[in-house]
């Protein structure tokens, strides 16, 4: 699956530019020309890392990556800023508030792309699941596929067992449909298919008292709350 990166930018030839590098490279790209449409599509697509100019304007880079990291969908998306003019001061302040990288325009291609693959890896690292999820009396074993209720194993569908990891590894998050079509359907968005739903539906079922800490949250997604 492609990975999905979100560049924010009120400059349409920076926009295209960056756009272009990293297509090249086979990512997926979503653009937003300003921070509060950048802030929408981030909470609700969760893109795999995010880059944003710092002078914007509104709210401006540095308050948008704050917001971000206050976001607890977002909290965990590696962010990079691009800026005009290098300010150490605005750097600090960028990185206390959790910016993970600077760019510093004008950029060379390889800069770009070398930047965001690495951060995509160190993220990928940072993911990398156990061997065993426990919760209560579920065991999930993610090397052999199989989960046990209370020691007697239940059979889940491909789909249905990845969605399950999702929910365990990410608590009290919201994930949308859209997130969920493409990360385990591979589907792509957007897609009008209540099929997420139905499998989602016989998960609760199988998961018995379990399942029904996986929550619908009405007009986003469903969210795991232990």
Request: glycine share 4%.
């Amino acid at each position: 699956m492609k990975k999905r990166i979100l560049v924010i930018d009120d400059d349409g030839n920076v926009l295209n530019l960056v756009s272009d590098i990293l297509e090249a490279e086979n990512f997926q790209v979503i653009t937003a020309n300003n921070t509060e449409d950048g802030y929408k599509k981030a909470t609700t697509l969760q893109p795999d890392l995010i880059i944003t100019d710092v002078t914007m304007p509104k709210i401006g880079g540095l308050e948008l990556c704050r917001l971000l990291r206050n976001d607890v969908r977002t909290k965990s998306i590696p962010i990079i800023m691009l800026t005009v003019l290098y300010s150490e001061t605005d750097k600090v302040i960028g990185l206390e508030i959790g910016a993970d990288d600077y760019i510093t325009k004008p950029f060379s291609t390889k800069e770009l792309v070398a930047r965001v693959k690495a951060h995509l890896r160190r993220k990928e690292m940072a993911e990398e699941p156990q061997e065993l999820i426990k919760y209560q009396d579920l065991t999930v074993n993610l090397n052999s596929r199989e989960v046990k209720l209370k020691d007697q194993q239940i059979q889940l569908t491909p789909k249905e067992f990845n969605l399950l990891v999702l929910f365990l590894q990410r608590p009290n998050v919201v994930l949308t449909r859209e997130y969920l079509l493409e990360a385990v359907f591979e589907y792509k968005v957007p897609v009008p298919t209540r099929t997420i739903d139905t499998h989602i539906k016989n998960l609760r079922k199988k998961l018995g008292k379990i399942g029904k800490k996986i929550k619908t949250v009405f007009g986003y997604g469903f969210k795991f709350i232990p």
